[in-house]
């Protein structure tokens, strides 16, 4: 992460959340939170303590998202991909995050939090299914954070999904070849309620996107952060921190200067 030296070390927490308070905040932050496993193989410990580890550090990015009252996060736990990974890993990873929702969901309720998914819950075990329903449902209604967790996502799925639901629209009449244009498109997404993201969060130190968000993220400002700072570290401050380098970057969306991270 190459800070700007606008704020030192010595500078409180409180302060720095004033700062970025005082600047246009992203309404969309997608994070790739990847290093877990790492995080524990540096410890001599099992893979699975890092995303139990790891999901304390969501807890902290959630609360935070909440004061600085972003509108969405997207947290990519699950990539059509990680079922490569050994059974046992899968498991635990899925029972985690019934866990997780198990035992939150009245906070984030309580916070007026609205949980959506993205990626395909067909696969998913019965038990995870089940919690994941319902946590939409109970907070269904809720106005504050949107949390996107996406499990069992994978960005190049999604775009085969749209391309064969157009398909289909289009053989049954409810389109034609000329409706489609990027709008139309974008709402054949699973996304198609949620404005593209602003800041895409990838800790780990990896300079990828691994089939997260690649249609959406067209012109996202991307923030790798170094390798050492694995997601179970990925700390408020350092939530902080990247959100207040964001407020730095200059977006242009292919034109001249629109302003400061706006
Ligand atoms: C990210 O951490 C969590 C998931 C992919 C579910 P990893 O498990 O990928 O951790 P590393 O990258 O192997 O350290
Ligand atoms: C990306 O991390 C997926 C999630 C964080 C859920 P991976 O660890 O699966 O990505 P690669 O394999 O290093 O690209
Ligand atoms: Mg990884």
């Known amino acids: 992460m190459n800070l700007k030296g606008f704020f030192n070390r010595e500078k409180n927490q409180d302060d720095l959340l004033r700062t970025v308070?005082?600047?246009?905040?992203?309404?969309?932050?997608?994070?790739?939170?990847?290093?877990n496993g790492r995080w524990a193989e540096a410890r001599h410990l099992p893979r699975t303590a890092g995303h139990r580890q790891g999901v304390e550090a969501l807890r902290e990015i959630i609360k935070t998202s909440v004061q600085l009252k972003i509108a969405h996060l997207t947290l990519y736990a699950f990539s059509t991909e990680n079922?490569?990974?050994?059974?046992?890993?899968i498991r635990a990873l899925m029972s985690l995050m019934v866990e997780f929702l198990k035992k939150e969901l009245p906070e984030l309720h309580?916070?007026?939090?609205?949980?959506n998914m993205l990626?395909?819950?067909?696969?998913?075990?019965?038990?995870?299914?089940?919690?994941?329903?319902?946590?939409?449902?109970?907070?269904?209604?809720?106005?504050?954070?949107?949390?996107?967790?996406a499990i069992?996502?994978?960005?190049?799925?999604?775009?085969v999904k749209a391309v064969k639901k157009i398909a289909q629209d289009i053989s049954q009449s409810v389109l034609t070849p000329d409706d489609i244009d990027e709008h139309l498109f974008s709402q054949y997404l699973e996304t198609r309620s949620i404005p593209d993201p602003d800041l895409m969060i990838r800790t780990?130190?990896?300079?990828?996107?691994?089939?997260?968000?690649?249609y959406q993220s067209a012109y996202t400002e991307l923030l790798?952060?170094?390798?050492?700072?694995?997601?179970?570290?990925?700390?408020?401050?350092?939530?902080?921190?990247?959100?207040?380098?964001?407020?730095?970057r200059k977006r242009r969306f292919g034109g001249i200067d629109v302003g400061e991270g706006v």
Request: proline residues 5%; aromatic residues 8%.
């Open 83 to 89: 079922w490569k990974r050994p059974e046992s890993e």
């Open 110 to 115: 309580e916070n007026e939090i609205k949980i």
């Open 224 to 248: 790798f952060t170094d390798k050492q700072i694995l997601w179970p570290n990925f700390t408020r401050r350092r939530y902080l921190e990247a959100i207040s380098e964001y407020q730095f």
């Open 21 to 35: 308070s005082s600047k246009p905040i992203p309404k969309h932050i997608a994070i790739i939170m990847d290093g």
């Open 152 to 159: 069992n996502y994978g960005s190049r799925m999604e775009i």
């Open 119 to 149: 990626g395909d819950m067909q696969g998913l075990p019965q038990d995870a299914v089940r919690e994941i329903q319902n946590a939409m449902d109970v907070t269904r209604h809720n106005q504050g954070l949107h949390v996107n967790i």
């Open 204 to 214: 780990g130190g990896e300079c990828r996107l691994s089939n997260f968000l690649l």
